[in-house]
C-alpha cells in the first residue's frame, strides 16, 4: 500500500467488523482513509461512529451515488486513501461461498476518472466477530479470541476502456489476495435432508480446486 500519495483501496465484503479491519491495514501505513460504504452503516452502532470520526463518505445507493463519487474523487485529488468494497453489500446464502465475487463499477470509474492506482485487499475471518446475522459483535470470546486477517495485493491494471472489464478485473484481484481455502470459514445452513445447497457445495468443490492448483504451482 503507498504510504504517500491517492490510492483506491478494494476489498471484499464479509462481515459488519470489515470496517475496523480496514481501519488497522491502513494504520499499519501511518494514514487514514476516507471509507465509502451504504448510508445505511452509518446508523450501525460502533461501525458507523468509527466510520464518520475517519470521515467515511455515505452512499445513497437509491440517488445514483453521484455526490459520494464527486467527494472521493475530491479526496484522491488531495492525495488521500479511499476505500470501498465494490461488492456493496454482504452477500446473503449460498452466495457468501461464491468464489468469483462480483462488483460495482463505481472502483473502476473512479480509477478511470482520476487516475489513482487500484490497491486490491482480501479480509477473511471478520465474520467471525460480526456475522450479518448479529445486532452486535461477539465481544465474549475472551479465552478463544478469533483471527482477522487481510492481505494487501499489487496494483490493479485499469485500463478505461470499458468499467465492467476493469470490475472483472478488479474483482479477480481481491479474490486473489485470499486464501485458496477462504475463510470462506463456517458452512452454509444446511437442508433438512442433510445436504449443503447445490451452489454453496460447488463452491466449495471449486475452491478445493483452486487450492490444489495453487499447491502445485499451477
Known sequence: MPRTGPAILVGNHRSYFDIPAMIQMMRRTGRTGRILAKKELFDVPVVGALASALGG????????????????????AGGELVCLLPQGTIPRGAKFYDP???????????????????????????????????????ML????????????????????????ADTRRIMAAIVDCLPPR???????????????????????????????ALRNGI
Do not use: N, Y
Not at 183 to 212: C, I, M
Open 57 to 76: 463518505i455515505p452512499v445513497d445507493r437509491a440517488g445514483g451515488g453521484q455526490e459520494s463519487f464527486e467527494t472521493a474523487a475530491v479526496a484522491l
Open 100 to 138: 468469483v465475487l462480483k462488483g460495482r463499477t463505481g472502483a473502476a470509474r473512479l480509477a478511470a476518472a482520476t487516475g489513482a492506482p487500484v490497491i486490491p485487499f482480501g479480509v477473511w475471518g471478520s465474520e467471525k466477530v460480526w456475522p450479518r446475522s448479529s445486532r452486535l459483535p461477539r
Open 141 to 164: 470470546s475472551l479465552t478463544d479470541p478469533p483471527t482477522v486477517r487481510v492481505r494487501v495485493g499489487p496494483p490493479v491494471e485499469v485500463l478505461g476502456r470499458s468499467a465492467a
Open 182 to 212: 477462504p475463510a470462506r470459514s463456517g458452512r452454509p445452513r444446511r437442508r433438512r435432508s442433510g445436504s449443503p445447497p447445490p451452489a454453496a457445495a460447488d463452491a466449495e468443490r471449486h475452491l478445493s480446486q483452486r487450492g490444489t
